[in-house]
């Protein structure tokens, strides 16, 4: 029997997301690129594993150099771990709202925000870049609503958290920044890829609370 795909190779192994069998050759170039593999794929989850030299995350140093003028420090993400923790939250619970999302759709929604925090920051200007993509606008709004729940939950808690200070909108930029680094590092790069989907998923599985207690907010925190 020859491949369901190219129907030219022999097939080699079963692709759920065609229902037939595949040769090893169109798996291995068409996963994440023209086919939509489920997340339990076992040659999924093999090439997560082991990341194929075409498809390799960006290095620490290549992380670093996105939107390198935002410096993120260790002491920023502990202070900050719980505001880190919602958006994450958010954002998984976007990808469980709407099945058809993809890594890039969360990934171009996040730098987005970051430039308009940017902005923001250094000019005092609120500035949202225009996007007809309805569900890019649905992910802002849901960080957006993420941003405000916490600065109210803070809000009502300041007096008892000694030395504990008010969410700036630099920090929203920093926790911004980070989550993007983070994506990108989780991502394969390829179009229709799900690793940071899944990742988010396995963070925060479904009914989570948004805002984690202190007592999980150690272990939960998402470092690439």
């Known amino acids: 029997m020859t491949c369901a795909i190219c129907n030219e190779r022999r097939e080699k192994r079963f692709c759920p997301a065609v229902h037939g069998k ?3 050759q169109c798996c291995g170039e068409q996963r994440e690129v023209t086919l939509d593999c489920p997340s339990d794929c076992p040659y999924l989850q093999q090439a997560r594993e082991h990341a194929n ?7 620490e140093k290549d992380l670093e150099n996105v939107f390198p003028e935002v410096e993120i420090t260790e002491q920023f993400l502990l202070e900050r771990q719980h505001f880190i923790m919602g958006l994450s939250f958010a954002l998984s619970k976007c990808a469980r709202a709407d099945r058809s999302l993809l890594d890039r759709d969360l990934i171009t929604s996040v730098s987005s925000l970051v430039k308009t925090y940017q902005t923001l920051v250094n000019s005092s200007l609120i500035y949202e870049p225009p996007t007809a993509n309805l569900a890019h606008q649905s992910i802002a709004r849901e960080v957006e609503t993420m941003v405000k729940e916490f600065r109210e939950a803070e809000q009502q808690h300041i007096d008892e958290i000694p030395g504990h200070t008010r969410l700036r909108d630099s920090d929203v930029l920093k926790a911004l920044v980070f989550l993007l680094r983070m994506g990108l590092a989780r991502t394969s790069g390829r179009p229709r890829s799900r690793g940071l989907i899944d990742f988010l998923f396995a963070q925060f599985p479904e009914k989570q609370s948004a805002i ?3 007592e999980e907010a150690g272990s939960r925190i998402v470092i690439p």
């Open 22 to 24: 595949i040769c090893s």
């Open 53 to 59: 030299t075409h498809h390799q995350p960006p290095a």
């Open 212 to 214: 984690a207690g202190p």
